[in-house]
């Protein structure tokens, strides 16, 4: 019987996955990553109409959990409401969803850019020194054209996944057979 955690301290854990089960973690990510590098439009499409369908059983399940347990039922309702229509707009328009999903996410990956620049950037003028304020300017300046132009930075963010995922499933087949 394999040890599902390993405990480093009274009190606290970690999980450990199965060697096997890390192994087809890393495979699947391999795969995915590959496909979005090399077939990014139709992948990422693809991705998201699951994602469609992930919400639309997700609303149709919280509203039917209505009918067992009321409480809380007005967020039930919103929560099983908007998987719904998130669901249906996805199927019904998978690659314009995909398009105005994919930007809305640089539009939030630029927002958290530009505060954490400004972050950055104090922390260089306190006392971080001139890298830290560099480093904060830099990551303001990608956010700004990020959000100037979201849809381009939505154009390489399957790339961009894809190169992420291709790296982290390597590393985690090579886990998985050292865990063997």
């Known amino acids: 019987m394999e040890s599902s955690a390993t405990t480093y301290a009274p009190g606290i854990e970690a999980m450990v996955a199965p060697w096997w089960l890390v192994l087809l973690e890393g495979i699947i990510a391999l795969i995915i990553g590959l496909f979005l590098v090399f077939a990014p439009g139709i992948t990422t499409v693809t991705l998201i109409?699951?994602?469609?369908?992930?919400?639309?059983?997700?609303?149709?399940?919280?509203?039917?959990?209505?009918?067992?347990?009321?409480?809380?039922?007005?967020?039930?309702?919103?929560?099983?409401?908007?998987?719904?229509?998130?669901?249906?707009?996805?199927?019904?328009?998978?690659?314009?969803?995909?398009?105005?999903?994919l930007s809305f996410f640089v539009i939030m990956i630029a927002i958290w850019a530009i505060i954490y620049g400004a972050v950055r950037l104090a922390w260089g003028f306190k006392?971080?020194?001139?890298?830290?304020?560099?480093?904060?300017?830099l990551i303001i300046v990608l956010g700004i054209l990020l959000l100037v132009n979201p849809l381009s930075g939505a154009i390489i963010l399957p790339w961009t996944f894809g190169i992420l995922a291709i790296f982290g499933g390597v590393a985690a087949i090579v886990a998985g057979i050292m865990m063997r």
């Open 49 to 101: 109409t699951v994602l469609g369908i992930f919400w639309l059983f997700g609303g149709i399940f919280a509203l039917a959990g209505l009918l067992m347990d009321r409480s809380n039922w007005g967020w039930k309702l919103l929560s099983g409401g908007l998987g719904i229509l998130a669901g249906l707009a996805i199927l019904a328009y998978p690659i314009y969803s995909t398009i105005f999903l």
């Open 127 to 137: 006392g971080g020194g001139w890298g830290t304020a560099l480093l904060g300017i």
